[in-house]
């Protein structure tokens, strides 16, 4: 069986590996020159958090987030598995009690713990939570990653190429084109993210921070060596182009929020895209005929991938299969 898959962002690569690990051919197309800023995928923050996610998420985006945890470590050896931990300054800890309501596998930890996990946020916060099954990537690294092991198995990618689905040889075309698909998915729109990374010189973290803030919440990833990834805009805005002022305002203010030292990090580089997401925010497979489309996983690209790899696997391996029961088949 002959498989095309169109796109070449996370979802792509996680689909077509799973095909080729399954015995299908497979070749990928993408439109862009290569890996690189085109895709949405380039300026994630590659969280692998399910159960941080579950506090503002159905409880399906844990579910299925979790159950790509394993498939990330046992390909990717960069997976860092050391947990994440949320804080909230000292008048805002009612928002990390409403946090703890929304999620599950967690431990509360007080300045003791928190200094044991984090020493360069000693006095900053006196509560916490952290979640220890959690994980984080380097999503540039992930990506050439999987690029790199689909070129093992014999999987040609082919950059520079616009294709649509039904123009695509083979038994088996999955679109995963993001928002590239709109025409076929109604509904589909584009939510607007923004990032930063930063370098610091007198601040380490092990493992991701959220911090939960009325005015400037945001997230900061390790990415080793000093540098970080500062995340925290979700923009109902189609509007393409480069950060916003206020937006980089808010990034940053977020960062000297977490500890003053950042505010004499060195910032490295801005940038925006759009996440593919429909109108309930839950990422869907859908079949017509031979064309099978994977799309809609909003700001959980890497968390989901997998996951949805799998539902796209089996729907194209058993006709029987049915993409809408497919939460319960991975439950």
């Known amino acids: 069986m002959r498989a095309t898959v169109i796109g070449a962002g996370v979802a792509g690569l996680t689909t077509a590996l799973t095909l080729a690990e399954r015995g299908l051919a497979v070749e990928v197309v993408d439109r862009n020159a290569g890996l690189g800023p085109g895709s949405c995928s380039w300026h994630a923050g590659g969280m692998l958090a399910p159960w941080c996610e579950m506090a503002s998420s159905e409880p399906i985006v844990g579910r299925l987030g979790a159950s790509s945890l394993a498939w990330w470590r046992e390909r990717f050896p960069g997976v860092v598995a050391k947990g994440t931990l949320v804080v909230a300054p000292a008048r805002d800890l009612t928002e990390l009690d409403r946090f703890a309501r929304g999620t599950e596998r967690y431990e ?10 984090e020493p360069d946020l000693v006095g ?4 916490g939570l952290f979640f ?10 992930a990506l050439s990653a999987l690029v790199e092991r689909l070129t093992t198995l014999g999987v040609p990618i082919r950059y520079d190429t616009e294709l649509q689905p039904e123009a695509a040889a083979g038994d088996l075309v999955f679109d995963c084109r993001g928002l590239g698909g709109r025409t076929d998915m109604p509904g589909l729109r584009g939510v607007r993210g923004e990032m930063a990374v930063i370098r610091s010189r007198s601040f380490a973290l092990s493992r991701p921070v959220r911090l939960l803030h009325p005015r400037l919440p945001g997230y900061l990833v390790p990415r080793g060596d000093g540098v970080f990834m500062l995340g925290a805009t979700m923009l109902e805005s189609e509007a393409s182009g480069p950060v916003s002022l206020r ?7 977020a960062a000297f929020a977490l500890h003053p030292a950042l505010g004499e990090a060195e910032i490295l580089e801005f940038g925006a895209d759009l996440r593919p997401a429909l109108p309930d925010n839950l990422p869907r497979v859908e079949r017509t005929g031979r064309v099978i489309r994977v799309n809609g996983l909003f700001r959980h690209g890497f968390l989901l991938a997998p996951a949805l790899a799998r539902i796209a696997a089996r729907a194209a391996l058993d006709p029987h299969f049915d993409t809408e029961l497919a939460h319960a088949h991975l439950a």
């Open 108 to 117: 509360w930890l007080g300045e003791p713990g928190l200094a044991s996990l």
């Open 124 to 127: 900053r916060f006196r509560k």
């Open 132 to 141: 220890p099954e959690e994980g984080h990537l380097d999503p540039r690294r």
């Open 247 to 253: 937006s980089m305002l808010d990034l940053l203010g």
